[in-house]
């Protein structure tokens, strides 16, 4: 995938883990589940800005490894807030934790390849 379009789907899956933040109740659970999905995904967006710029193979698959690791924390969180009811609406949810499940997969994928790469790297000198 390109790397643009890739920027973008995290960007427009941060903003739309803002907009459902800001429907959790305004409560002592909705505060702590807000805060914590808000810095968990907005997260990979800036951390794969910064993986761009990485200083080699392995700075970049530690901090795309940091993106994988932000996104299972929010689909977790996407599925703490599913479950407990908090939000009237479940749309934007069911949304939220299909891209979270895609993203997911493609930074999987991601990492396994640098992985490979580097190896074959090594391999080859």
Do not use: W
Not at 51 to 56: G, N
Not at 77 to 96: F, Q, T
């Amino acid at each position: 995938m390109d790397k643009k379009v890739l920027e973008e789907r995290l960007i427009n899956f941060a903003v739309l883990i803002i907009q459902i933040a800001n429907q959790l109740p305004n409560t002592r659970v909705g505060a702590h589940l807000s805060g914590q999905i808000t810095r968990s995904e907005t997260s990979p967006a800036l951390n794969y800005g910064e993986a761009q710029s990485a200083e080699s193979k392995k700075d970049f698959i530690h901090k795309i490894q940091i993106v994988l690791k932000e996104l299972r924390e929010t689909l977790v969180c996407l599925k703490i807030i599913d479950r407990s009811g908090l939000l009237s609406v479940n749309s934007e949810i069911e949304l939220a934790i299909k891209e979270s499940n895609e993203l997911i997969s493609i930074f999987v994928k991601s990492v396994e390849t640098a992985k490979k790469n580097l190896q074959s790297k090594i391999v080859n000198r």
